[in-house]
């Protein structure tokens, strides 16, 4: 049986082109390939095939398509008792696109749990231009004029893809997720990527997808005209 190995992508080469999905590795798990940059067009190649870039300070820029993927369907967010409580009594104030950087950097900031961050400057900066370009979204989550939760992402066609999400106060990044859930089924969003499961995400509706699956629906959603997710208030 053949063993494989990592695809190493080259700055200069073609940034559209990414090795078959088939290829990751079992070891680290989805692992796909390492190398090239964060420019726009890669990027984007890269989330319309069902590919995110995730990786450390010092390591090359590192390419994911684990399998199953974790995935939110808008219309089956599961909003708790005790959420739509805190939706509707805490005074949270939410808004979009409001303030992208800030989101970011309070994504990148160090956790209760971990000192480190794969939110790199190169990464910050990368997602900073994706959203100049109408192509990276955030929510805010303010609470007495502080941010104090919020997520971020790519949006294209009928997906949008999360990349990272923080909470300062209770359920803040639980609210943030509910309403982008529920501007998205408003709006006629099919997807939303969540990239890996965790207890969290499950707790709000989250649930796996195979691979293929997955990546033949993104590829259908994403060549989709866009839906109006973020126009408005």
Not at 47 to 66: D, E, K, T
Not at 135 to 153: P, T
Not at 171 to 189: E, N, P, Q, T, Y
Request: aromatic share 10%; charged share 20%; glycine share 8%.
């Amino acid at each position: 049986m053949n063993q494989k190995t990592i695809t190493w992508l080259s700055p200069e080469g073609d940034r559209e082109w990414f090795p078959s999905l088939d290829h990751a590795l079992d070891e680290p798990e989805g692992l796909l390939a390492a190398g090239g940059d964060l420019s726009p067009a890669r990027l984007l190649a890269a989330y319309r095939r069902g590919i995110f870039p995730w990786y450390s300070a010092g390591q090359p820029v590192l390419w994911w398509a684990p399998d199953p993927r974790e995935v939110l369907i808008p219309a089956e967010f599961k909003c708790s008792r005790s959420l739509g409580k805190t939706l509707r009594n805490r005074g949270f104030d939410v808004t979009f696109d409001r303030d992208f950087a800030a989101v970011v950097n309070a994504c990148a900031a160090p956790r209760e749990h971990s000192a480190g961050t794969w939110i790199t400057p190169e990464m910050l900066a990368a997602y900073c231009d994706l959203h100049d370009r109408g192509r990276a979204h955030s929510v805010e989550v303010r609470l007495d004029g502080q941010l104090v939760g919020g997520l971020y992402g790519v949006h294209l066609g009928q997906v949008f893809f999360g990349e990272s999400m923080f909470s300062r106060e209770r359920d803040a990044s639980k609210v943030a997720l509910a309403h982008l859930a529920g501007r998205a089924s408003v709006a006629g969003l099919q997807l939303i990527d969540c990239q890996l499961p965790t207890p969290h995400l499950r707790s709000l509706g989250s649930k796996p997808m195979r691979r293929n699956e997955f990546s033949a629906l993104v590829a259908r959603l994403t060549a989709e005209p866009d839906v109006p997710l973020f126009s408005g208030p």
